[in-house]
């Protein structure tokens, strides 16, 4: 460009002189001479235009070649600056990649190191707990064997009484095979059950109430006010001909005979409730109400089906019926009432019992703390393990920040290869 430059200016230049001398020339010279001047002008300015075009083409030929061994050199200078560049590109991988490696190793080698130490202090806990819980165990353990021996020993004294009971069973056996004693079984019944199930101080045969020949059959002994004594009497019936009459005309199926034999067991029943209130209840020597004893679990079971008699007995003449199981029902209360009473005579020798007793839940709870805490002292531990795995979990997810770190190095390497190329 500076080149066409240069020649327009030396084209204008020369133009310029032309007509300078054109103008010179036709104030001095003839028309010849101009036209010959003219001519000589022209024919010089012709060898100047070669003269120009052989100065431009070379100019341009060596302009041209000078541009292109520029570009030449500024392609081989860029080739090789592509390589300086692709290879800290690839060192840069290069040492991206051994730092992903290292790390990597470092992140695996401390993994393993905590896993390690999780699993030792895992191991020293659990060895811990176990020997609290062995101790606890065998202690609790021999706790539970000593009562369980009290109760086994309670349960043979149990089973002593039970072999009494069927020998007493076998003697009733005796005495429902007699047939001459059958009209007294009731009362060997009755008192069978009372041998067996009170004391002989807790129970009285052939009691008078009140001031005449009539006797109960049994009073039982029951603390009152003022630590006198209450009789809670206790009669046995047995109206065993009502009774197989119901049985025999319940057998052959006969309506008619079938009511009418329940109607006089019912009648007899009352008429034995009343003789028992008028003759054995006596306030305050004796309780407000009576017991009346039937010896067959079957009669009870009868007179317990006929609707209301049971609550007019106890309404109409206080008096309460009670077989075989439920009399012995009513003896086992009695029994634990005397249990609690003779517990309220010996108060002193259970209040020693019971600070004893305090002494010993003290150990306990104490042992209790000590054990609570060793398992609080666990607990601290599981909730380090706990915190140093969330911190893994950090580290972890920073992993992933190592690509951003490879974009970082890249773009850092980019401006030190640009920096080096300036």
């Known amino acids: 460009m500076a080149l066409e430059i240069i020649c327009i200016s030396l084209i204008v230049i020369i133009l310029i002189l032309n007509i300078f001398l054109i103008i010179k020339n036709k104030k001095t010279n003839d028309n010849s001479d101009l036209i010959k001047n003219i001519n ?18 070379s100019a341009i030929k060596n302009y041209n070649e000078t541009v292109l061994t520029g570009i030449s050199q500024n392609l081989q200078l860029q080739k090789q600056e592509l390589i300086v560049v692709q290879n800290r590109l690839e060192s840069i991988l290069k040492s991206n990649e051994d730092r992903l490696a290292r790390a990597t190793q470092i992140l695996d080698s401390g993994l393993t190191k905590l896993q390690t130490d999780n699993e030792k202090k895992l191991e020293q806990m659990r060895q811990t707990v176990d020997e609290k819980l062995n101790v606890s165990l065998e202690k609790r353990l021999a706790e539970s064997f000593n009562i369980i021996n009290n109760r086994l020993q309670s349960v043979y004294e149990g089973l002593g009484e039970m072999k009494q009971l069927a020998t007493g069973v076998g003697d009733l056996k005796k005495v429902l095979t007699n047939v001459k004693t059958r009209g007294v079984w009731g009362e060997v019944s009755l008192a ?8 002989p101080d807790q129970f009285s045969s ?5 001031d005449n020949q009539e006797r109960v059959d049994f009073a039982i002994a029951l603390p009152g006010k003022d630590d006198k ?24 199926g006969n309506v008619q ?9 019912e009648k007899r029943v009352k008429e034995e409730a009343k003789k028992i209130s008028e003759k054995y209840i006596l306030l305050p020597k004796t309780t407000d109400f009576a017991v009346m004893y039937l010896a067959l679990e079957g009669l009870y079971a ?6 209301g008699l049971a609550e007019e007995l106890q309404r109409e003449y206080k008096v309460v019926i009670c077989g075989p199981t439920t009399l012995s029902a009513l003896l086992n209360s009695l029994q634990l009432g005397f249990k609690t009473l003779s517990i309220e005579k010996r108060s002193s020798e259970i209040w020693q019992l019971l600070g004893v007793f ?5 150990k306990f709870v104490d042992l209790l703390a000590k054990t609570q805490k060793k398992l609080a002292e666990a607990s601290n531990t599981i909730e380090s393990a706990t915190k140093k795995s969330r911190t893994i979990e950090r580290k972890l997810k920073n992993v992933t920040g190592i690509e951003e770190e490879s974009d970082i190095l890249l773009e850092s390497g980019e401006d030190e290869i640009n920096d080096d190329g300036e």
């Not at 069978?192 to 004391?199: A, V």
């Open 302 to 307: 009868e007179v317990l089906r006929m609707p």
């Open 358 to 362: 305090k002494q010993e839940f003290g």
């Open 206 to 210: 052939n009691v008078a109430i009140k």
């Open 229 to 252: 004594t209450i009789l809670l009497p206790v009669d046995a019936k047995f109206p065993i001909e009502d009774y197989q009459r119901l049985v025999e005309a319940s057998e052959t």
């Open 257 to 265: 005979q079938t009511e009418a034999a329940k109607k006089g067991l």
């Open 192 to 199: 069978n059950l009372l041998e067996q199930m009170l004391s």
């Open 40 to 57: 000589l002008n022209f024919e010089k300015q012709n060898e100047i235009y070669k003269q120009i075009n052989e100065m431009l083409l």
